[in-house]
């Protein structure tokens, strides 16, 4: 399997919460490693645009309020088939639809304050990765 690395932000649900730990917990269980991570606050413009696919959506100013209401932690996310790793660890984007034993289930509050985000692909992978960090704080 390939060795890949995926962009993870850890919400403002959970860092008001102050559950990051348990949630990093989750993915070095899983065998993921941290290569990268910051402790941010995002300025609207900064999450409309990471998240412009969506501006279509219903959802998407709510969204954007919501990423902007507290710190997040953004992270680069490293191991064997990250990104379906990531995704398996993280569960079903709504928590109420979340498998037992995964982040969303045992954490999430909502669809929106679902507790973490996570790149779907290789190339949004890629694209979310340099949308926060720069090669040089990535470090494996
Ligand atoms: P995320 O993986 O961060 O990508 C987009 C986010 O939009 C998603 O997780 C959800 O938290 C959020 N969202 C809010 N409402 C909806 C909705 N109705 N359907 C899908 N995603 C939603």
Do not use: W
Not at 46 to 58: D, I, S
Not at 111 to 122: C, I, L, Q, T, Y
């Amino acid at each position: 399997m390939p060795v890949e690395r995926t962009l993870s932000i850890i919400k403002p649900d959970a860092t008001r919460r102050n559950i990051t730990g348990a949630i990093v917990a989750r993915f070095e269980e899983a065998g993921l490693r941290v290569v990268a991570q910051r402790r941010t606050q995002l300025t609207l413009a900064k999450a409309q645009q990471f998240y412009a696919v969506h501006k279509e959506r219903a959802f998407f100013d709510d969204l954007c309020s919501f990423m902007t209401s507290g710190p997040v932690v953004v992270q680069v996310l490293e191991g064997e088939d990250a990104i379906a790793k990531n995704r398996e660890v993280m569960g079903a984007t709504n928590p109420a639809n979340a498998d037992e034993g995964t982040i969303r289930h045992d954490f999430g509050e909502s669809v929106e304050a679902n507790s973490v985000h996570g790149s779907d692909a290789p190339e949004t992978a890629a694209e979310e990765i340099a949308f926060f960090f720069a090669g040089t704080e990535i470090v494996g």
